[in-house]
């Protein structure tokens, strides 16, 4: 008689006839939009640092998996990929490339590496090296090229405030509202691109078109997208209400910041979000709550990667606590 061998392996975990390599070149192939529209945008700066991020952490994966966890290297996979794409998207266009060297180290060392490889790893890679850079680099993290004015140039590109930024720092000068909007761009802009911030976050059209080629390919779900995105609209919408004139209206705060690139690619992350649609959901409102926080009560103006790491961090408890109803259990009394 033939002797069969369960194969044990940590999360993702697929029930279907998906490979992992498969559903992180999906990701990939969702991201492209995104990554046209800021290569328009903001031009080879842009180019410059997808390539170098994308390259380090690929190579930093290759290294730190042959060399120091001693296993045969799967870059194949792609998931070094993603890390390096993702981290150059939460980062200026006009970073330097040692910058970017050294968020690909964080991201993939100490967010991925440290705990075992892709599968082990309790918080998102690409948000531990964006946040390492911006709590380390300030100044290099915040400086924001001017969109189309800089697109033939790098470390040199002409910088500007980001409508959050501008938002922000004129409520807490006592600006009203009102006059504010005249400083930003005009709602279309913001779908289309026309704003300052990070590679990956300035164009919420590329970014929906990747979500809506994700959800039809069935990478991931809506759960935690959309109760996100709704927790923030519903949270600033009643701020909104309460006083128009100190707190701007929710659709701002859905198309700028971090946002739509936080809900699509980042808090979808099959190995750092929950397992069960109640826990997804659990998890994205309180993704959307704390960034809500984060912006409005904070020092910061954006607080998408503190909240998805934030919550990384209960996704062993949700996956613990928060379970489907088992068959052929049945309830005392």
């Not at 369960?6 to 492209?32: N, R, W, Y």
């Not at 991020?53 to 690929?58: D, F, K, N, Q």
């Not at 790893?121 to 531990?128: G, S």
């Not at 990070?198 to 059209?205: F, K, P, R, W």
């Amino acid at each position: 008689m033939s002797t069969q061998f369960l194969t044990v392996s940590p999360s993702p975990h697929i029930h279907s006839e998906d490979s992992v390599q498969k559903l992180m070149f999906g990701v990939i192939i969702a991201m492209l939009p995104a990554m046209a529209i800021s290569f328009f945008v903001f031009g080879i700066g842009a180019l410059f640092v997808m390539l170098l991020s994308i390259l380090s952490c690929v190579v930093i994966e290759f290294a730190l998996t042959k060399y120091l966890l001693k296993k045969e290297p799967a870059i194949i996979d792609g998931s070094a990929i993603i890390t390096g794409i993702l981290l150059a998207f939460n980062v200026p266009s006009s970073l330097p490339w040692w910058a970017i060297i050294l968020g690909s180290l964080v991201a993939i060392g100490i967010g991925k590496s440290a705990f075992g490889g892709l599968g082990n790893n309790p918080f998102n890679p690409a948000l531990v090296g964006r946040v390492f850079l911006l709590i380390s680099f300030p100044v290099q993290m915040t400086s924001w090229p001017i969109p189309f004015e800089s697109r033939m140039q790098f470390l040199d590109a002409a910088t500007g405030a980001t409508p959050l930024a501008i938002i922000k720092e004129g409520i807490d000068a006592g600006i009203p509202v009102s006059e504010l909007m005249s400083k930003i761009p005009s709602y279309l802009s913001l779908m289309l691109g026309g704003l300052g911030g990070s590679v990956g976050e300035i164009s919420a059209v590329g970014l929906i078109i990747g979500f809506i080629y994700m959800l039809w390919k069935k990478i991931i779900t809506w759960h935690t997208p959309v109760s996100m995105l709704v927790m923030i609209f519903v949270f600033t919408g009643i701020l909104w209400l309460i006083n128009p004139e100190k707190y701007i209206d929710p659709v701002f705060h859905l198309l700028t910041g971090g946002v739509l690139l936080g809900a699509f690619f980042m808090a979808t992350d099959y190995v750092t979000s929950p397992m069960t649609i109640r826990g997804m959901l659990i998890y994205g409102a309180g993704i959307g709550f704390i960034t809500v926080v984060i912006r409005i009560f904070g020092s910061y103006p954006e607080g998408v990667s503190f909240a998805i790491l934030i919550m990384n961090g209960f996704v062993p408890l949700m996956n613990k606590y928060i379970k489907p109803k088992r068959f052929g259990i049945k309830k005392n009394g």
